[in-house]
């Protein structure tokens, strides 16, 4: 079975759009670092490399210093798909990440957003 795209896709360009997202909704860059910081175990110089190393998924999650314990209390729907049913555990991560920002676009607390 052929690696789904977004495997191979730059998270330099999705991040832009993950920020985006967030601040039309009234969050800030920093919250989106702070749920992709808690997320993957990068600080703000690991952040800023994977960014100016232009790597993609793949290579963005594989190099993650430490995913959170509680990554797996992440529930619920992302483009129609249940975050927790999903089979590929890269995918699985992407999906996640992107219900982190779902989350804070929606005006979810920040404590409730990091499982804490």
Same mark, same amino acid.
């Given at each position: 079975?052929?690696?789904?795209?977004?495997?191979?896709?730059?998270?330099?360009?999705?991040?832009?759009?993950?920020?985006?997202?967030?601040?039309r909704k009234g969050r800030s860059n920093e919250e989106v670092d702070e749920v992709i910081y808690w997320l993957t175990g990068y600080d703000e110089k690991? +952040?800023? =490399?994977?960014?100016?190393?232009?790597?993609?998924?793949?290579?963005?999650? #594989?190099?993650?210093? $430490? @995913?959170?314990?509680?990554?797996?209390?992440?529930?619920?729907?992302?483009?129609?798909?249940?975050?927790?049913?999903?089979?590929?555990? +890269?995918? =699985?991560?992407?999906?996640?990440?992107?219900?982190?920002?779902?989350?804070? #676009?929606?005006?979810? $607390? @920040?404590?409730?957003?990091?499982?804490?």
């Amino acid at each position: 079975m052929p690696a789904h795209k977004i495997f191979k896709m730059a998270f330099a360009k999705v991040y832009p759009l993950y920020v985006q997202k967030a601040e039309r909704k009234g969050r800030s860059n920093e919250e989106v670092d702070e749920v992709i910081y808690w997320l993957t175990g990068y600080d703000e110089k690991g +952040l800023r =490399q994977q960014l100016e190393q232009q790597n993609d998924f793949e290579t963005f999650f #594989a190099q993650a210093p $430490a @995913m959170h314990p509680n990554a797996s209390l992440i529930k619920g729907v992302v483009c129609g798909i249940r975050v927790e049913e999903v089979a590929d555990p +890269l995918m =699985q991560k992407i999906r996640y990440l992107d219900k982190l920002v779902d989350e804070l #676009a929606k005006g979810k $607390a @920040m404590e409730k957003i990091l499982r804490a």
